[in-house]
Each structure stands twice: as structure tokens, then as C-alpha cells.
């Protein structure tokens, strides 16, 4: 299932200085007893513009807070409801603190607007992080029961009055202190000490223990917890293990500002960690990709930069990694939606991946994420936040901001508290990004994990594949099939002296190879390599005729294959579905003659019943416009405008056109093909396919062959001449006809019917060809019941026929199952048949058909006495046995048993001899 094209929320507005200016997203909560809780709202902060509040369940813009054209953000905003508070950051024209406070007043409807602001005058540090720390209110006078916590680049953290009127405190812990030298301040993260239980300190009592300080008692407000990460300064590529995380615990209460307050007091030092080393990633890249990002519940740190994501797990004595998912492409953004999930952005591809099992299961092309918006800006996507409630991943594109819907990806239809079972192995299978196509490398890298799957079992057989796919590679992107059949000639030859290609069974392996070789998907032009694209096409890059007929003989080249083949080529790009009919239209494309696809479809392999109906629709529309072309060409002929048919079959139809025996082989064939699928789904696919009028050309051909097979007319009559020779090649049986008549008649349905009959308006219309249209359409009916009521009468003459001959059919069926034994019992029948006087034998032919007719003997003559010279049934209705059976059946148990000699003897004894006939005379 692919991913759905995102939702426009909202359109953004520009940065003031495009090219400097940043747009930065922060979370918006609401205050409930001292808990934060997520609300389904983003504070979006435009430098030299405004603060701005969206709604994402609505969506609408709640409110916005205009700020100079000079300012400048310096950090994430962050928000708090219902008295709806905003903090930010700016660091131009100065480095200030904001506030914006809006409320609804008493009997007024409009709200009432105010912003505060405090200047940071002890540090020229940028503020990289505002958060809010929330407490329970003393009395009833505190109407804003939380204080602001900034963080500085340089590590100095500060805390101020939900006001900004009042400075608590402002320090620079001792262990920051250790490394603001050599490191800077690159993410903070700051959770209530209630989830940090849950997950973070999940295992670590002591540490809970520890964030309460020298007050663990009962009803005191339960701390904060401020998680550092810290960076090493000015480097282009940063080693993990030079991260530090710094946990630190900040008390609910803690507004004394006096210089004998101890530092534990403010800022509680917990824990700090080194990020441990991934396997295969030693260093990344320092750029603006790299990001940060803590989720509370599993307790998981996440690292998003431009080639993957890394998720750690701080719950653990030992900090460890527990999932990662690198690949050598280029990320624009990273975000993760699940415990097992993230969903990345590249510059061709939005997917979502699973870490654990290092597999896709949604994607969709960058170009309809473009077409989704309906914005031409051609900018990153990048992820800001994810609700996990609603199933929605909120990004930005440009000034756009746009939602992904994710709940198909867990199987939730809305909100649910109920958790999601995603990161299946069941989900994962063929899904996977380490690309399937590397198992037909049998570089020494990978020649032992591959050889199994190939089926090679000495070193020697995979250099053999080696070279082999090393000189196919060359054939292919040179476009020469002589070379490519003759390296498949040489390495799958059965003898070396004929060097035949071998018709048991192939490796599949092997033919899926070739297969991903010979034909290509139609955009494969695009330069990344993890891309998708919506309308995928197929396409024959080349046609190498001997592999190709080999192929086709051992039923391998069908469109599951050529589908499978594609997609492990392609990996880990997805492939989207490719259209009905691809298949078919590729073989079309690749030759205009119609060779390829009329021996594809004589071939063993099943093809489905959408692709046999889009090449039904092929052919008979090409059919009809042969039929159109060349009626006007007799007409022209006798008109004498031309020459030569030639030139008007070239001037309408071009040069290269194929014949009229290929299009109806190639239309037989596909009739033949579809009979073999099941009814209904015949109906289904001719009825979305081909239209009213296709339907009608079906039924006229079909009729067509149901009369030049004999299968309408009378015995004694001669049958219809057919009008040409190739509409009847190869031959339909009477099965075939009449189950795709009775299909065609169902998938045209009653309706269909019904409107061909002359409406009242068109009997009155002067018009020749509606007329001539509609006595058509009146005439087939008519026909069609004619020929009805004709196979009826067939079957009934049938029937009385059976009825008739019914003992000679049965006494039939018994000599022909009969052993040896029993053929000398027909050749002795035979020899009595010819011993009877010749002028009682006449030999006639009827229709195409040798007749031998018996006369009946005069009396006096020899063979009156009523045997009819031999040809009277015996009474029993059993062939003439020579012997007894050597073997018998038993009847208890069904065991066969030889016969004794005794036995044998017996039985010839007991048989009695030929019935003779007497006839009285009175």
C-alpha cells in the first residue's frame, strides 16, 4: 500500500529576508496540576514577521503575535493554553526574551493581546532552548502556576518568572562547566519527572530518588527533568562517543535568587553519559540536518542526520543502541513515528521505514508530494512533529504546511488509545532496503552469503556467474541480443557440442536475472536511486530472440516475473503497481509487427485475466481499423483515385504495420488465453476494460467462429464460406466460444443492451449512420436469437441422436478400454464388416466427411437371415473375449491375484459359446 499524498494545513508566511531568513516550529501545551500535556497545536515562529498559533485538528490559525521586521529567532517557540501563553527567543536587533500573553476579557468577545520581553545582558550566548517548568500554586493569587527555563549555546541555563518580570536564577553548572570548552549546546529536552519514571528511570530507582534532593516526602511538587546534549566545537564530522548527554533534576519551586542557595539546589546534576558508537558509524556529518530529538516513553534518543537515524536507549545501565537505519542516500529530513518506524524525506522519495527489520512499507514520489500541496516550490520536506493520536506527521514544505496521514500504516481508522502493532516481520518480507539484486554479485564480498540462493555450489560455478553476468551487463548497455543469446547459449548450453538450451527446470534465480535485464521500467532515467514513481511503465530494452523463445517455452517470462525482477533490481526504491496492460503495451512498443507479443501469449505461462482483456482491446480495435482502411481502399480502387492498395494501406496505417494474420492470431490466441480464467473474473475484466463497442466486435468475431466451425449449421448442409482464412487461425473449440460469448453478453450487461435499441428521437433523426447504427444493433439481437434457438434445435437433435445410438456408444467405450485381447475382438468385427457382399456397401462423402452406408439385403440373398452381415450388437452388449484374465479382482478387499492354471481351465469350460439365432417360418 503506497503513502497517501499529504494534506495542506496551512500556507505559511515568508521569512521577511528570504535569504537569510528561518522559520522555526515549536509543541503547545496545556497546564493541568503541574502536567504538561500536548496539545494538537504548533507555534510557528517567522523571523521579522509573527509568532503564529495553528490548529492541526481544524485546521485553521488560531491567533498571531506580530513582532518587528528586525527580529530574529533564535530557537523553537513554545506555547501554553488556555490562558494562552507564548515564549520565544530573538537575538535581533537584541537578545531578548519574549512573552505574549492573549486572554479573553470579561464580556468581550475579542481577546486581549499583551507581550513582555526581558533583555539577556549576562551572557552574548544565543538561547537555544525555552521550556516551561511547571509548579502546583501556593495560593489562589498565583495565576500562572510555571516558571520559563532558557538554555544557552554556551551551557548556561537561567529561569524566569512566567512574566519575565523576575530572574530566579541563572547559572553555569560545574559539570557543564567541565566541557564548555571544547563542546556547545547543541538540543535540550525538558520532561516532567512523572513520564521520566515510566521510561527514562524505568530501572534506575536511585536516580528517581536522587531528583527529589533533601525533600522526598509526600505532596512536595514533583521536579523537571533537563536533558543536555552537548556537541564538540566547530568540527565538520562529530564522533559519537565525543557527545555528552547531561540529565540534570530542576525542582518545581526554586525562585530564591540570593547567592547563598547552593547550586544542587537550582540544578541537580543526575547523570551524564557517553553516547555509545554505532556498528559501521564512527563519525557524521556536522550540517543543519543533524537534529536531536527524545522520546519520553521508551526512553529512546534519537539522531537524525543526512544518511539515516540512530535510536538510544538512556533507560539501560549502559546506555545501547537499539536500532539503526543507515543508507548511503541523502536525507533532507528524519522523524520518528513509532518505536520500530521513522519517516525520512530524500529529494525523490517520502518513505516510511521500519529500523528493525530495515525495510520500507510506505512511500510516495517527492513530485506528488508537490502535486499534493498544490505548490510548485520545489524546497525539502521537512518533519516537525508527529501525533501519535491522530496519526498525522506534520511538515513543511517551502512555506507550506502539510500532513501525513499514517493510520493505514498501523491499521487504525482514528484515534485510539489502544496501541499499534507495527514492526512486523510479516510486514517487512520483500520490503527490504538492502537491495535483492546484490545476490546476483558473486564478488568475492558476497560469493558466500549468495552462492545458496543461486545454487552454486563450487567457487568455480560462481566465477562462472560472474563472468557470465559481467558479459551480459556488457550486452545489455551496448544493446546487442546476439550477444546476449550467446552468452546465455554458453553458460545454460546442455552439451558442448550442440549447446542446446536445457527445457527442465531453471533456476528461477538465474531467469529472474535475465529478466531484469531485458526489460526496464520506463522512468529509470531518474538519478537517484531511492525514488518511486507513481505511473511506472515497463518498457523491452532489448530482444534477444533465442533466450527470449527459451524463456517463453519453460514459462518464465510472464508479467509476475518480470515484476518480481524489477523490484529486486530496483531495490530499495518501491515500485509502485504497474498499470493494466503494461505488459502487454511494452511487447506492443518494443515491436510493431506483433511477433513478440502473439509468441509470448501462445506460450505456457499464465498471464492475468486485466492483461488478456487490455490485449483483447488491442487487437480488435486494430482489426477494425484494418477492415475500416481496406474498405476504403476497394473503394478507392473502383473509383479508380489509386493505383495500388499499397499506397492507401501506407498513407493510413505507415510503413511498419502489422498483418492481418498476425492481429488475429494475436486476438485468438488472447480468446484462448482468457477462457482459462475463472468466468467471473472474465466478466469483471471485460466489463472495466473494453467499451460498449468493443464488447460488440467480440461478439461478431466470436460469431463469426461459431459459424465457420460448423457449429450452427445442419449436418446435411453445407457449411458458410469464411471470409478470410487468418480470422479463424488458430481455431476456437465450441467451449471457448460459447463461455466468452456468454461472458461478453454479461459483461455488456442489461443496460448496455437496452440502449441499443432506437430511442424514439433517433428514429427521427435524418441522420444515415444512427440509423444504420441502430438496424445494426436490432439485427444482432435478432441474429444472436436466431442462433440460439439454432444451438437448441442442436442440442435437441443431439440428444435423440444419443438416444438412438446409445447402446452402440457404450458397447464402443468397452472396446476401445479394452486390453490387447480385445483387439483382435474389433479386428474380427472389422473383417465380418468387409466380408458382406460389396454391392451392399456404398461409399459416400457428405460435407468433408467419408460415409461407408450398409444396404439391406434382398430376400433369397446371403446375410437376410436378420444378422446384417454381422452387424447386429450382441446380446450381452460386451466385446467378444478371446481368453480368460490371468489376474482376478477380489471383491472383499480388492486385492488383484493371479489366476490358477486350474482355475483358468475352469472358468474356459464354463464359457459359454455365441448366441445363435432361428428364426420360425409359419
Given at each position: 500500500m503506497d503513502l497517501q499524498s499529504p494534506s495542506v494545513l496551512a500556507q505559511l508566511p515568508r521569512p521577511l529576508h528570504a535569504a537569510t531568513g528561518k522559520t522555526r516550529i515549536g509543541d503547545v501545551n496545556s497546564l493541568a496540576d503541574a502536567k504538561k500535556r500536548k496539545r494538537y497545536e504548533l507555534a510557528v515562529a517567522v523571523d521579522g514577521e509573527a509568532v503564529n498559533i495553528y490548529n492541526i485538528q481544524t485546521p485553521k490559525l488560531v491567533t498571531s503575535y506580530a513582532v518587528p521586521p528586525q527580529s530574529t529567532f533564535s530557537c523553537r517557540p513554545c506555547s501554553s493554553a488556555v490562558k494562552r501563553q507564548t515564549y520565544t527567543a530573538v537575538t535581533k536587533p537584541e537578545h531578548q526574551i519574549k512573552c505574549f500573553v492573549e486572554e479573553v476579557g470579561n464580556g468581550s468577545s475579542a481577546p486581549m493581546i499583551s507581550s513582555s520581553s526581558t533583555t539577556i545582558t549576562d551572557s552574548k550566548s544565543p538561547t537555544t532552548f525555552v521550556g516551561i517548568v511547571p509548579f502546583s500554586a501556593e495560593d489562589e493569587t498565583e495565576t500562572d502556576p510555571f516558571d520559563i527555563l532558557a538554555v544557552h549555546t554556551d551551557g548556561r541555563v537561567r529561569r524566569l518568572s512566567?512574566?519575565?518580570?523576575?530572574?530566579?536564577?541563572?547559572?553555569?553548572?560545574?559539570?557543564?562547566?567541565?566541557?564548555?570548552?571544547?563542546?556547545?549546546?547543541?538540543?535540550?529536552?525538558?520532561?516532567?519527572?512523572?513520564?521520566?519514571?515510566?521510561?527514562?528511570?524505568?530501572?534506575?530507582?536511585?536516580l528517581?530518588?536522587?531528583?527529589?534532593?533533601?525533600?522526598?516526602?509526600?505532596?512536595?511538587?514533583?521536579?523537571s527533568i533537563l536533558i543536555i546534549v552537548s556537541h564538540p566545537k566547530e568540527a565538520d564530522t562529530i564522533a559519537l562517543q565525543d557527545v555528552n548527554i547531561q540529565i540534570f533534576s530542576v525542582p518545581a519551586n526554586s525562585k530564591s535568587g540570593s547567592r547563598g542557595v547552593e547550586e544542587s539546589q537550582r540544578l541537580k546534576h543526575l547523570?551524564?553519559?557517553?553516547?555509545?558508537?554505532?556498528?559501521?558509524?564512527d563519525k557524521v556529518n556536522s550540517n543543519s540536518l543533524l537534529q536531536w530529538n527524545f522520546h519520553s516513553g521508551t526512553a529512546?534518543?534519537?539522531?537524525?542526520?543526512?544518511?539515516?537515524?540512530?535510536?538510544?536507549?538512556?533507560?539501560?545501565?549502559?546506555?545501547?543502541?537499539?536500532?539503526?537505519?543507515?543508507?548511503?542516500?541523502?536525507?533532507?529530513?528524519?522523524?520518528?513515528?513509532?518505536?520500530?518506524?521513522?519517516?525520512?524525506?530524500?529529494?525523490?522519495?517520502?518513505?516510511?521505514?521500519?529500523?528493525?527489520?530495515?525495510?520500507?512499507?510506505?512511500?510516495i514520489a517527492a513530485k506528488d508530494v508537490v502535486s499534493g500541496t498544490g505548490s510548485n516550490a520545489d524546497g525539502p520536506t521537512v518533519f516537525i512533529s508527529y501525533f501519535a493520536k491522530l496519526g498525522i506527521a506534520i511538515?513543511?514544505?517551502?512555506?507550506?504546511?502539510?500532513?501525513?496521514?499514517?493510520?493505514?500504516?498501523?491499521?487504525?481508522?482514528?484515534?485510539?488509545?489502544?496501541?499499534s502493532r507495527d514492526g512486523l516481520l510479516i510486514d517487512a518480507i520483500g520490503r527490504g532496503i538492502g537491495s535483492s539484486a546484490s545476490q546476483w554479485d558473486m564478488s568475492k564480498k558476497h560469493r558466500t552469503d549468495n552462492m545458496a540462493s543461486m545454487h552454486l555450489k563450487t567457487p568455480e560455478q560462481a566465477e562462472k556467474w560472474s563472468q557470465f553476468t559481467k558479459t551480459v551487463h556488457e550486452a545489455t548497455k551496448l544493446l546487442k541480443p546476439d550477444l546476449f543469446d550467446k552468452a546465455v547459449l554458453s553458460y545454460f548450453g546442455t552439451?558442448?557440442?550442440?549447446?542446446?538450451?536445457?527445457?527442465?527446470?531453471?533456476?528461477?534465480?538465474?531467469?529472474?536475472?535475465?529478466?531484469?535485464?531485458?526489460?526496464?521500467?520506463?522512468?529509470?532515467?531518474?538519478?537517484?536511486?531511492?525514488?518511486?514513481s507513481s505511473s511506472s511503465q515497463l518498457r523491452v530494452v532489448l530482444w534477444p530472440a533465442a533466450t527470449c523463445d527459451w524463456l517463453i517455452q519453460i514459462g518464465h517470462l510472464s508479467l509476475d516475473n518480470v515484476e518480481i525482477a524489477l523490484r529486486r533490481a530496483c531495490k530499495p526504491r518501491i515500485l509502485q503497481s504497474f498499470p493494466t496492460g503494461s505488459f502487454v503495451q511494452a511487447l506492443i512498443d518494443s515491436d510493431s509487427s506483433l511477433k513478440q507479443v502473439n509468441h509470448v501469449l501462445g506460450g505456457p505461462a499464465l498471464v492475468s485475466s486485466d492483461e488478456l482483456a487490455y490485449a483483447l482491446k488491442f487487437f480488435l480495435n486494430q482489426a477494425r481499423l484494418h477492415s475500416g482502411v481496406l474498405e476504403e481502399t476497394a473503394r478507392a480502387i473502383t473509383n479508380g483515385d489509386i493505383a495500388t492498395p499499397t499506397q492507401e494501406l501506407t498513407r493510413h496505417l505507415g510503413s511498419e504495420v502489422a498483418s492481418l494474420k498476425d492481429i488475429f492470431t494475436g486476438l485468438n490466441r488472447s480468446l484462448q488465453k482468457i477462457h482459462s480464467q475463472p468466468l467471473a473474473s472474465v466478466v469483471k475484466s471485460l466489463r472495466s476494460i473494453l467499451s460498449r463497442t468493443e464488447l460488440i466486435s467480440m461478439v461478431h468475431h466470436l460469431r463469426l467462429s461459431l459459424a465457420t466451425g460448423g457449429y450452427t449449421s445442419r449436418f446435411t448442409e453445407n457449411p458458410p464460406t469464411p471470409i478470410t482464412l487468418v480470422q479463424i487461425t488458430p481455431s476456437l473449440s465450441l467451449n471457448t466460444i460459447v463461455d466468452l460469448i456468454t461472458a461478453s453478453v454479461d459483461a455488456v450487461g442489461p443496460s448496455g443492451w437496452i440502449s441499443a435499441l432506437p430511442a424514439v428521437n433517433d428514429l427521427d433523426d435524418d441522420s444515415d449512420s444512427a440509423m444504420a447504427s441502430a438496424s445494426r444493433e436490432m439485427e444482432l439481437i435478432a441474429d444472436m436469437k436466431s442462433e440460439v434457438s439454432a444451438a437448441l434445435a442442436g442440442v435437441e437433435e443431439a440428444t435423440y441422436l444419443k438416444g438412438i445410438l446409445r447402446e452402440y456408444l457404450r458397447f464402443a467405450d468397452q472396446v476401445a478400454d479394452a486390453s490387447a485381447t480385445s483387439t483382435d475382438a474389433v479386428a474380427k468385427i472389422d473383417d465380418s464388416a468387409t466380408r458382406a457382399p460389396s454391392h451392399l456397401i456404398r461409399y459416400e462423402k457428405l460435407n468433408g466427411a467419408d460415409l461407408m452406408v450398409f444396404t439391406r439385403p434382398e430376400e433369397g440373398e446371403e446375410g437376410f437371415d436378420g444378422d446384417a452381415s454381422g452387424k447386429i450388437l450382441p446380446l450381452s452388449l460386451k466385446p467378444p473375449s478371446s481368453d480368460v484374465s490371468r489376474t482376478k479382482v477380489l471383491n472383499s478387499t480388492g486385492e488383484i491375484k493371479a489366476r490358477t492354471s486350474r482355475e483358468v481351465g475352469y472358468l474356459r469350460r464354463k464359457a459359454a459359446g455365441k448366441y445363435s439365432f432361428e428364426r420360425l417360418v409359419i
Open positions: 512566567s512574566d519575565l518580570k523576575t530572574q530566579h536564577w541563572s547559572i553555569q553548572h560545574s559539570e557543564i562547566a567541565k566541557v564548555c570548552a571544547t563542546h556547545t549546546v547543541h538540543s535540550c529536552f525538558l520532561i516532567d519527572l512523572e513520564d521520566a519514571k515510566k521510561g527514562l528511570f524505568k530501572r534506575r530507582q536511585d528517581t530518588a536522587l531528583a527529589f534532593g533533601d525533600s522526598p516526602s509526600a505532596g512536595v511538587d514533583e521536579p547523570q551524564t553519559i557517553q553516547v555509545p558508537t554505532p556498528a559501521g558509524l529512546g534518543l534519537q539522531l537524525s542526520f543526512e544518511n539515516g537515524f540512530v535510536n538510544i536507549d538512556l533507560s539501560q545501565y549502559s546506555p545501547s543502541v537499539s536500532s539503526q537505519f543507515v543508507l548511503g542516500e541523502q536525507f533532507t529530513s528524519i522523524m520518528r513515528v513509532s518505536p520500530q518506524c521513522v519517516i525520512a524525506a530524500s529529494e525523490s522519495l517520502v518513505a516510511v521505514y521500519d529500523t528493525q527489520y530495515q525495510s520500507v512499507q510506505r512511500s511538515a513543511m514544505k517551502a512555506n507550506t504546511l502539510v500532513a501525513f496521514d499514517l493510520t493505514s500504516l498501523h491499521g487504525q481508522s482514528g484515534p485510539s488509545l489502544k496501541r552439451s558442448e557440442g550442440t549447446k542446446e538450451l536445457p527445457q527442465e527446470q531453471v533456476s528461477p534465480e538465474s531467469t529472474l536475472f535475465l529478466l531484469s535485464k531485458i526489460f526496464a521500467v520506463q522512468d529509470s532515467a531518474i538519478t537517484d536511486k531511492v525514488s518511486a
